[in-house]
């Protein structure tokens, strides 16, 4: 009987064939066009023995006709948007983080993927953030997170700023009290809190950058209207800074440090998690 091999065909954002997609019931008969299963298990766990890594895990994702900005570039911890190259151009791929599975190695013993859709280095790169991310969402503090949220309505309001800016921005990221787990009490007792939004350096740099930056003002607007009173000061929490930084500006160690603000933006209360945009 044939071994699983370390040197098998399969990688990490490999596209299975729908022959095969269909012989693992991964996908129905009426699904030929609609859905893709994608290998997600990492490269290693793949080129491992099956007796020390049994599985192969597996996502099937839904096509779309087009890219929700709000899904791309791994914003949304949930979902993501991830273009596939074909021949003939591209094809869009809806990815739902629960709807992983996993399937025996020995089902993919002599298969190979589909070698007509690929993502290049850079969407594999989002494919590895948006699989992390998962598992590496930020959490604010529950105080934070009331006066973010319940208290000011803030996050309601930054949320309607950044939607429409879509593939124009790549990230945010927050720095509440410079990165210190503090528990406040008073409105005048203020969180601080840096804003720093990561603008797509990627078609049409300067035109994002004019969109993000065009959103920083809107954002510093919002953050007084709500938070500053007059003859009392900051409330609540103090907006020290909002900036953009280019995707390409952006250094290792700020993107380490900052907490990043995702789609499914989640405090540490037990409450169901709620999204930084809606769907």
Same mark, same amino acid.
């Given at each position: 009987?044939?071994?699983?091999?370390?040197?098998?065909?399969?990688?990490?954002?490999?596209?299975?064939?729908?022959?095969?997609?269909?012989?693992?019931?991964?996908?129905?008969?009426?699904?030929?066009?609609?859905?893709?299963?994608?290998?997600?298990?990492?490269?290693?766990?793949?080129?491992?023995? =099956?007796?020390?890594? /049994?599985?192969? !895990?597996? %996502? +099937?994702?839904?096509?779309?006709?087009?890219? #929700? *900005?709000?899904?791309?570039?791994?914003?949304?911890?949930?979902?993501?948007?991830?273009?596939?190259?074909?021949?003939?151009?591209?094809?869009?791929?809806?990815?739902?983080?629960?709807?992983?599975?996993?399937?025996?190695?020995?089902?993919?013993?002599?298969?190979?993927?589909?070698?007509?859709?690929?993502?290049?280095?850079?969407?594999?790169?989002?494919?590895?953030?948006?699989?992390?991310?998962?598992?590496?969402?930020?959490?604010?503090?529950?105080?934070?997170?009331?006066?973010?949220?319940?208290?000011?309505?803030?996050?309601?309001?930054?949320? =309607?700023?950044?939607? /429409?800016?879509? !593939?124009? %921005? +790549?990230?945010?990221?927050?720095?509440?009290? #410079? *990165?210190?787990?503090?528990?406040?009490?008073?409105?005048?007792?203020?969180?601080?809190?840096?804003?720093?939004?990561?603008?797509?350096?990627g078609d049409d740099p300067a035109k994002a950058?004019?969109?993000?930056?065009?959103?920083?003002?809107?954002?510093?607007?919002?953050?007084?209207?709500?938070l500053f009173v007059k003859d009392k000061g900051?409330?609540?929490?103090?907006?020290?800074?909002?900036?953009?930084?280019?995707?390409?500006?952006?250094?290792?160690?700020?993107?380490?440090?900052?907490?990043?603000?995702?789609i499914d933006y989640m405090s540490l209360r037990?409450?169901?998690?709620?999204?930084?945009?809606?769907?």
């Amino acid at each position: 009987m044939a071994e699983w091999s370390r040197n098998n065909a399969w990688r990490q954002g490999h596209v299975i064939p729908q022959d095969l997609a269909r012989t693992l019931e991964l996908v129905g008969p009426e699904d030929a066009d609609t859905r893709l299963a994608v290998v997600i298990a990492h490269d290693c766990d793949i080129a491992q023995s =099956a007796g020390a890594e /049994p599985d192969l !895990e597996i %996502i +099937v994702g839904q096509v779309v006709a087009q890219l #929700d *900005g709000n899904c791309t570039h791994a914003k949304n911890a949930r979902k993501l948007h991830l273009p596939f190259t074909i021949e003939s151009g591209e094809v869009f791929v809806e990815l739902i983080a629960n709807a992983k599975k996993s399937l025996s190695k020995g089902h993919f013993i002599g298969t190979a993927p589909n070698p007509d859709l690929k993502l290049t280095p850079e969407r594999h790169s989002i494919l590895q953030s948006w699989l992390a991310s998962r598992y590496r969402r930020a959490a604010f503090p529950d105080a934070f997170d009331d006066r973010f949220d319940r208290q000011t309505k803030l996050k309601d309001k930054l949320t =309607a700023i950044l939607k /429409p800016l879509g !593939e124009h %921005i +790549v990230a945010v990221f927050f720095d509440v009290d #410079d *990165g210190e787990e503090v528990k406040r009490q008073q409105p005048h007792d203020t969180y601080t809190l840096d804003i720093y939004l990561v603008s797509n350096t990627g078609d049409d740099p300067a035109k994002a950058g004019a969109a993000v930056d065009a959103a920083r003002k809107k954002i510093e607007e919002a953050c007084r209207e709500r938070l500053f009173v007059k003859d009392k000061g900051w409330q609540y929490i103090e907006l020290r800074e909002c900036m953009v930084i280019s995707d390409q500006a952006l250094t290792y160690r700020q993107s380490s440090e900052f907490k990043k603000w995702n789609i499914d933006y989640m405090s540490l209360r037990e409450d169901p998690q709620q999204e930084m945009l809606t769907e």
